[in-house]
C-alpha cells in the first residue's frame, strides 16, 4: 500500500474510521519485528499538516498517522540536541548519565562506552543495525556509533552548524566532516552536499533494508534537517508556499514514504514497527527558518511544552490500532524498554528511567504507563514537573523569544537566555500554552507536584536547589594521549 493521501485531508477524516480487524499479536509472535526509529531535527509541534501547518503538504506522515498511532503528549528527553539523543539512545534522562549538554566540535565528553543503547541490545538479539544522519553523542573515535552497538554509521558527528562554525550574514563554514564508519571521507561538506544529504540518508536505509530483509534489522534515521542552516534538494526546491522551511518538510515527507513504501513492496509491513518523531521543538527566533510549536509555549532550549513536547507517529500494521490518537504522557526516554519487550531482550543493567509502552500500542490507554514527566535542562536544572495533566514550572532563569522580531532567511533574531521565569502551575487539558498560573488556586496540587520534584531531585539532583542526586552517572570522557 502506498503511503499518500489527498491533499487537504483532513485529520478528523483520518481517525474518523479506525479498524482492528488485523489485531493479531505479531509482537508476541517468534519471529523478532524490525524497527526503524526516523528522529528529525527541530521540528515543531504544529509542523505537520494534522497539527496545523500549512502552505505545504505532509500526506505520507498523515496517511501514517490514519494508519497507526499519533501521540499527542509525547516528550522528547530534554529540549537540545545531544541531550534529547543520548535520552532517546539509552532509556534515561539525560541527567541521569551525565549528559546535560550538547557534544560539539570541540568537545570532550560523549556516550559513555558502560551505557547500553537500543543498537546495542538489539544488536545482541541478533539484529543488523544501522544509523544514517546525525549522531551528536561524541565525535571521538571512542564514542563513535560503532562503540555503541551499530553495525554501520553514514553520516555527520554533530548539527550542521555547531560553534564555532555557525553561520554568519548567510556564509556557511566548510568544516563539517562526513563519516563513514569511523573513518571520515569528507573533510569539509559543501551546501551542495548537504542540499543532498535528506535524500542520501533514505537512499542508504532502503539499501540496508533491502540487504537485510531476511533477517530482523535496526534502522536509526537521524534526519539533519529541518534544523538551521535548512538545505533541499533541487526536487523539493521551491515547491512549498512556506519557504525554504516548507520544501525541507515535503523531502522529510517523501523521505517517510520512501521508506514505507519500500517495506510494503518487500512484504515486511507486517512485521515492522516504524517510529517518526524529533528532538526539540523549534528554533523559533529563525523565523521564516523555524518550525511551529503549534500553539504550545516557547521552542527549543526551553522546558515549556514548545520545547519538550514534540509530534510522535507509530505504525505497525497488524499490532497498532489504525487511526488512532495517544493522549497519554509518552516520552523518547520510553521507547529503549519498549522495544527491549518487542524484541524480547533483558533491559541495560543499569538504572534507566524509561517505561514500556507496549500496552499503548495495543490501544490500551487505560494502562497508563507513565503519569509523571521531569523537565530538565542544561546540565542538571530541574525546571518543572508534570503528574496527570498538571505542570509545576519553578523559578529558573531561561530562554525565552517572546517580545523579540524573530530572523529572517537563515539569520537568528535576538533572544534572551536568561529570563527570569516565575514558579507556576498550569491545567495542561485546558491550558496547553501554559498561560494561566494557577498555583493560588489550586495549592493542594502544587504541594503534590512538589513530591514528584522531590523525588526527583533526591535520585537525578537539581542545580537549581543544590541537591546532588544519588543515581547519577559520569558521561564518557575522551582522553587524550601522547602520539594522537
Known sequence: MKLSIPIGLSFASIIASPSCENNSD???????????LIYVDDMGYGDLAITGAYGYDTPNLDHMAGEGMFFTHFYAPQAVCSPSRAGLMTGCYPSR???GKNAGPNSTHGLNENEETIASLLKNKGYA??????????????????????DEFYGIPYSNDMWPFHPTAGEYYSGLPLYENEN???????????EQFTTEFTERTIGFIERNKDQPFFIYLAHPQPHVPLFVSDKFKGK????????VMMEIDWSVGRIVNTLDELGLAGNTLV?????????????????????????????????????ALMMWEGVIPRG???????????????IASIARSPLPENKIDGINILPLLHGDFDANPRNTFYYYYGNNNLQAVRKDD?????????????????????????????????????????????????IEYYPEIAGTLEKVASEARADLGDDLTGAPGENRREPGIFQQTGGQ
Open 184 to 194: 571520515i571521507v569528507n573533510e569539509g561538506v559543501t551546501p551542495e552536499d548537504q
Open 26 to 36: 505479531k509482537s508476541s509472535s517468534d519471529e523478532l519485528p524490525n524497527i526503524v
Open 240 to 247: 512549498s508556499k512556506q519557504g525554504l522551511y516548507g520544501d
Open 390 to 438: 498538571w505542570k509545576l514550572v519553578f523559578a529558573h532563569p531561561g530562554i525565552t523569544y517572546g517580545s523579540f522580531e524573530p530572523g529572517r532567511d537563515g539569520m537568528p533574531g535576538q533572544v534572551d537566555r536568561n529570563h527570569m521565569f516565575e514558579k507556576g502551575l498550569y491545567d495542561l487539558r485546558r491550558d496547553p500554552g501554559e498561560r494561566y498560573n494557577l
Open 324 to 338: 488512532t490518537v495517544c493522549n497519554n504522557i509518552v516520552s523518547a526516554i520510553d521507547l529503549l524498554p519498549t
Open 97 to 99: 548519565i551525565g549528559f
Open 129 to 150: 543495525t544501522a544509523i544514517y544522519g546525525k549522531w551528536h553523542l561524541g565525535h571521538q573515535p571512542q564514542f563513535l556509533p560503532g562503540s555503541h552497538g551499530f
Open 275 to 311: 517510529i517518526f518523531t524529533s528532538d526539540n521543538g523549534p528554533w523559533l527566533n529563525y523565523g521564516n527558518h523555524a518550525g511551529s510549536a503549534g500553539g504550545l509555549r516557547e521552542g527549543k532550549g526551553g522546558t515549556f511544552e514548545g520545547g519538550q513536547r514534540v509530534p
